[in-house]
């Protein structure tokens, strides 16, 4: 015969999964038998009931456990989630205006330091984004590593939460923690659309990250947004900004081999023999990583030849035989073959 505790976890473990299930009947049964309504579901992120109805949608479910008294700033979760939180991330606005009806703590922040407002703008839930602002949520709130809501829909590429936020005057040049605005993580994930968007309400397209040194459009080119970086370029980004290590958006892609960008950024003038901290230029980067046709951009636009040098020895092992072989026999190279057979012994260049 079970014991009065194993009875009391069996109907705790029958009201979760009832409030898992939208089962609005079982509920208020299970409850009358004297179900915990605040029981942890230690098999699921430690949600309570009230927990696993927002998470479902089960606004009805929601209403019952509120009147019989659950707790609605529950953040006992393994991520320190409250139910407002858990109905934000799966977008359930009915759920989330009904939690803020009943006091729902808008400004709740979780494990990471993220406010609801954060969770659905990450989420590209813009329905809730907007009751959460009509509500007074924290438009402007720093989560972990210095992220504001409009970071996370920026990351994301959330065209119309980012709209929002920036029609209730988010601050468009917020810098994270490594001092990166919204501008910043739209380029470095690829969204032209919220690009378009952050540059039509005056984001600072040439804005450097104090720590890195890195503008919008080094994390477009390194990342290969070809559309990218066009946008910003239209709206006068610096062609030839440099970072810490000094490095050019066209340094940048070239390192990762990305044709048409190196294409597009000479078409815009970028400086073709701009050399880094290391005193690299673009077709010492190309040549390293045996990119073909971008070492045939390059000397094709005229990329200065006397460059590859000694510089170019120490890389030969890794080159790919192809581009070696296109620069020896465009007869770029003839004055230091010598050096190359002396000095990368194991590598076989032959004529084409």
Not at 156 to 161: L, T, V
Not at 193 to 215: M, P, W, Y
Not at 313 to 319: D, F, K, L, M, Q
Request: aromatic share 4%.
């Amino acid at each position: 015969m079970a014991s009065k505790r194993e009875q009391q976890q069996e109907l705790n473990d029958a009201l979760v999964r009832a409030a898992e299930q939208g089962s609005l009947a079982d509920i208020q049964s299970l409850l009358d038998q004297r179900a915990a309504i605040n029981a942890l579901d230690i098999n699921s992120m430690n949600y309570t009931p009230l927990h696993h109805a927002s998470s479902r949608g089960h606004h009805q479910c929601i209403e019952l456990l509120l009147d019989r008294r659950a707790d609605i700033h529950n953040a006992r979760t393994f991520l320190r989630h409250t139910p407002l939180h858990v109905a934000s991330m799966h977008g359930h606005r009915q759920c989330v205006e009904l939690l803020l009806d009943r006091r729902a703590a808008t400004n709740a922040r979780d494990h990471h330091k993220r406010t609801a407002l954060h969770v659905a703008s990450s989420r590209g839930h813009h329905q809730c984004v907007e009751l959460l602002l009509d509500r007074n949520a924290n438009i402007n709130a720093l989560r972990s590593e210095d992220c504001t809501p409009l970071h996370d829909a920026s990351m994301a590429g959330h065209y119309q939460c980012i709209q929002l936020l920036l029609d209730r005057r988010a601050d468009i040049n917020a810098r994270s923690w490594v001092t990166r605005t919204a501008l910043y993580h739209a380029s470095l994930n690829g969204h032209p659309q919220c690009i378009e968007l952050l540059l039509d309400r005056h984001a600072d397209v040439n804005g450097h990250s104090s720590k890195t040194c890195f503008a919008p459009i080094h994390d477009a080119a390194r990342h290969g947004h070809h559309q990218c970086i066009e946008l910003l370029l239209d709206r006068h980004a610096d062609v030839n900004a440099r970072n810490a290590n000094d490095n050019t958006p066209l340094l940048l892609t070239s390192r990762y081999g990305n044709h048409q960008c190196i294409e597009l950024l000479l078409d815009r003038h970028a400086e073709i023999d701009a050399c880094n901290s290391d005193k690299d230029t673009p077709l010492h980067l190309v040549s390293m990583g045996g990119y073909y046709q971008c070492v045939k951009i390059l000397l094709d636009r005229c990329a200065d030849k006397s460059s590859i040098n000694v510089r170019l020895i120490r890389y030969v092992s890794h080159t790919q035989l192809e581009s070696i072989n296109n620069l020896l026999t465009r007869r770029y190279l003839i004055r230091t073959t010598a050096a190359l057979l002396i000095n990368a012994p194991r590598t076989r260049l032959l004529p084409k």
